[in-house]
C-alpha cells in the first residue's frame, strides 16, 4: 500500500514545544495519557458490542497490554478496543496536527467544557502527542473493530507524518514510541525501567476499569509461556456500590491516599447524576496533622477524570477550612489535561465543590446525634479550623453554624450548640453572650463574668483565636445578637433585680466627682471612667468599647503585619465594693490627692492584671504595692 506524507503547517514545532514545555510539568504523565486513550477505546468497542454496531467482535478479554524492549529502547502500549479508520486517523490526528499554534491555544482556552474538551483530549488530540516529550518518533497501528484493513501513523514530531493502509493489523490501537535517552537533569526518566512503569501506572491508572497487563521482558524469566503482570487494581471503590465495599477497604483507601496509619473517623459518598456526573469519596480523619495551621499545608483532595489520576491535593473542590478532609473526586466530563488555571475557572468544579462542602457540613451536623463520641473527637481536632468557614464563607454559614459547639458556664464537660442555648435563655434576656480568653479557667474567674454568675445567665466560653474573628462577622444568631461580656455596657433586663432609675441616679451622682477626677487622671490609659452592672465581687474591670477591637485581636492584627491604632479601654467601678466606697470619701473629703492619686493607679493596674494583662509601668507597680502592705505592719 503507499505511503502518503503530510506537512505540519509552519507552527508545528512551535506547537509540540508548547505541549512538551507548558501543558504538562511531569513528563510522566505521557503513559497516564495513552493509558488513558487505550481505555476510552476499550470502553467505545464494549458500548458498541451492546448496541451489536459491530457484530462478531469479541469482547470477552478487553485489556491494555504495555512492551518494553531495551534493546531498542522502546515502549509499546497496546489495546484490543475499538480501534480507528483511516479516515478517522487523519481527522484526530490532524485535529491537534493541523492547527497552528494560535488556533491550538485558543480551543484549549475554549474547551472548559465537556463537549470542547472532548475533541482536544482523549481522541489522540493534546493527550496523544504528550508522547513526544519522552519519544523521538511515534508510531501508531490500529484498525477499527468490524473493518479489515488497518492504518500506520508514523511521525518524528517535526515536519511530517507519514500515513499508510496496512493489511496485517490486530483489533484496536497499538502506539509505539521509540524512546530518547534518559536524562536525570531534565527530568526524563528511563521508560524501560519496569519498576518505573509499574509506578506511573499504580500513581495515575490503578483504577481505570480495565486491566493493564505488563508483558513480560524478552530473556527475562518466565517471558516464553507469556506471563503478564497486571499492574492496577481496577479498585474504584467510589463507584462500586456501598453494600459491596466493606470498611476495611475504605480504610485502606484512606491510609493509601493521607498516609495516616490511623482510620478516618468518618466516610462519606456522594455520586451526582444528570448533565454533569461525578463520584466523591471524602474522609475525615481522626486526627489532626501537626502541620494543619502551616502555611504550606497541603490540602485537597485528589481528583480524577474518568478513574485516570490527575492531580493531588485539587485546592479547588473544598473550601480552605475543610483542608483537612482527605478523598478522591472521580468527574466524567472534564478535561484531562485539566490545569489549576482552568480549574479555578471551571463552572462544573465549582459546582462540585459546593456539593462537596455541604455534604461535609450536614455529615459533621448529623454527627452530634448519630455519634456523639464521633463528634467529640472531630471537634477536639478541627473545631477551630471549621470556624474559620464563619469569617470566609457567608454563603453555608448556617450550616457551619449549625455543625459548631462550644464550651459554655451551663456544663463544665458538655459543649452546647447556638440552637440549645437559646432554647435555654432566661426570660427577659435579649442576647447572646460570650467571652473570649486564653482558658477556660481564665474566664471564669474573670471579673467581667461576676453579675452573669450571680444572675445565672449562660455565657460561650470561647479560646480558639479564631474566635475572637468569627464573633464579629456573624454578629447574630436568630435574630439575637452576639455580646461580649467584656465589651459595651452591660444590661441583662429581666434577669436581675434592677435597681430603680431614681437610685440609679442617686448613685451616678454620688460618683460623679470621682468619676471626672479619675478619667482626667488616667486619661493617657483609658477612655473613661464609669459605674459598673457587671462587677459583684472586684472592685474594677476594664472593658473595651462596643465598637472597639479587643487587645487580643489588636496583637493578633499586628502579629499578622496589619498596624491598627491602639483603642483605649474603658475602666468600671464596682460601687457596691468598700474599696471603692472609701476611694469615694477619700475624695470627698480630702483636698491632697497625693494618695488618691496612687491609689487610683493601682485600682487601674489591678484591673488589667485580673483580666490577664500586664501593668503599663510594671516597676512602679510593684513598688506602690509594697509602700502601701509596709503601712499595713
Avoid at 216 to 222: F, T
Avoid at 573 to 591: D, I, W
Wanted: glycine content about 6%; overall charge negative.
Amino acid at each position: 500500500m503507499p505511503t502518503e506524507t503530510f506537512e505540519f503547517q509552519v507552527e508545528a514545532r512551535q506547537l509540540l514545544q508548547l505541549m512538551i514545555h507548558s501543558v504538562y510539568s511531569n513528563k510522566d504523565v505521557f503513559l497516564r495519557e495513552l493509558v488513558s486513550n487505550a481505555s476510552d477505546a476499550l470502553d467505545k468497542l464494549r458500548l458498541a458490542a451492546l448496541r451489536d454496531d459491530t457484530p462478531g467482535v469479541d469482547v470477552s478479554d478487553l485489556h491494555i497490554e504495555l512492551e518494553v524492549d531495551k534493546e531498542a529502547r522502546t515502549l509499546t502500549v497496546r489495546d484490543n478496543g475499538i480501534g480507528m479508520s483511516y479516515d478517522e486517523v487523519t481527522h484526530l490526528i490532524g485535529t491537534i496536527a493541523n492547527s497552528g499554534t494560535a488556533k491550538f491555544l485558543q480551543e484549549l482556552r475554549e474547551a472548559k467544557d465537556a463537549a470542547g474538551a472532548d475533541g482536544l483530549i482523549g481522541q489522540f488530540g493534546v493527550g496523544f502527542y504528550s508522547a513526544f516529550m519522552v519519544a523521538d518518533e511515534v508510531t501508531l497501528v490500529t484498525r477499527r473493530a468490524g473493518e479489515t484493513q488497518g492504518t500506520r501513523w508514523s511521525s518524528r514530531g517535526e515536519g511530517t507524518y507519514t500515513l499508510e493502509r496496512v493489511d496485517e493489523a490486530p483489533q484496536g490501537t497499538t502506539v509505539t514510541l521509540h524512546l530518547k535517552p534518559a536524562d536525570s537533569e531534565n527530568q526524563l526518566h528511563d521508560y524501560t525501567s519496569t519498576w518505573k512503569i509499574k509506578e506511573i501506572v499504580k500513581r495515575y491508572s490503578d483504577f481505570i476499569t480495565w486491566p493493564v497487563r505488563l508483558l513480560p521482558e524478552a530473556g527475562a524469566e518466565g517471558a516464553e509461556a507469556g506471563e503478564a503482570e497486571t499492574l492496577n487494581s481496577m479498585k474504584a471503590l467510589w463507584a462500586r456500590p456501598r453494600t459491596e465495599v466493606s470498611d476495611d477497604e475504605y480504610h485502606e483507601l484512606y491510609k493509601h491516599i493521607s498516609h495516616d496509619w490511623r482510620d478516618p473517623l468518618e466516610t462519606i459518598r456522594l455520586q451526582a447524576e444528570g448533565t454533569f456526573e461525578y463520584q466523591a469519596l471524602l474522609f475525615v480523619p481522626s486526627h489532626a496533622p501537626h502541620d494543619l495551621f502551616t502555611q504550606g499545608y497541603q490540602r485537597g483532595v485528589q481528583l480524577y477524570v474518568k478513574r485516570v489520576f490527575i492531580m493531588d491535593d485539587c485546592e479547588e473542590l473544598l473550601p480552605p477550612y475543610l483542608r483537612f478532609v482527605k478523598g478522591v473526586v472521580d468527574a466524567q466530563d472534564l478535561s484531562l489535561n485539566v490545569s489549576r488555571e482552568i480549574l479555578q475557572q471551571d463552572r462544573h468544579i465549582r459546582m462540585i465543590q459546593r456539593r462537596l462542602t455541604k455534604k461535609v457540613l450536614s455529615t459533621v451536623k448529623d454527627l452530634m446525634t448519630s455519634a456523639p463520641e464521633n463528634y467529640s473527637t472531630f471537634w477536639r481536632e478541627f473545631g477551630a479550623v471549621l470556624k474559620e468557614g464563619l469569617v470566609t464563607d457567608t454563603e453555608n454559614r448556617e450550616a457551619i453554624l449549625a455543625a459548631c459547639s462550644f464550651a459554655t458556664t451551663h456544663d463544665a464537660d458538655e459543649p452546647t450548640t447556638l440552637k440549645s442555648y437559646v432554647e435555654r435563655m432566661k426570660d427577659g434576656q435579649e442576647h447572646i453572650y460570650f467571652m473570649t480568653g486564653e482558658s477556660r479557667q481564665a474566664m471564669e474567674s474573670s471579673p467581667h463574668m461576676e453579675a452573669f454568675r450571680a444572675k445565672g445567665v449562660e455565657v460561650l466560653l470561647l479560646t480558639d483565636a479564631v474566635d475572637e474573628v468569627w464573633v464579629d462577622a456573624v454578629g447574630e444568631y436568630e435574630g439575637r445578637q452576639l455580646r461580649s461580656v467584656a465589651k459595651g455596657e452591660i444590661d441583662l433586663g429581666g434577669t436581675q433585680d434592677e435597681k430603680s432609675e431614681a437610685e440609679k441616679d442617686a448613685q451616678g451622682e454620688e460618683y460623679a466627682g470621682l468619676l471626672g477626677w479619675m478619667t482626667e487622671h488616667l486619661g493617657e490609659d483609658v477612655k473613661e471612667v464609669r459605674l459598673s452592672s457587671r462587677l459583684t465581687v472586684s472592685p474594677a474591670c476594664v472593658v473595651s468599647d462596643a465598637n472597639e477591637l479587643t487587645p487580643a485581636l489588636e496583637n493578633m492584627y499586628r502579629a499578622m503585619g496589619q498596624e491598627v491604632p491602639h483603642a483605649k479601654r474603658i475602666l468600671e467601678l464596682n460601687p457596691e465594693h468598700q474599696l471603692v466606697k472609701s476611694l469615694n470619701r477619700a475624695y470627698t473629703e480630702q483636698e491632697d490627692r497625693t494618695e488618691l492619686t496612687e491609689t487610683a493607679d493601682l485600682l487601674h493596674a489591678l484591673a488589667v492584671l485580673a483580666e490577664g494583662g500586664r501593668p503599663k509601668e510594671p516597676a512602679r507597680f510593684v513598688k506602690l504595692v509594697a509602700d502601701r502592705l509596709e503601712r499595713t505592719l
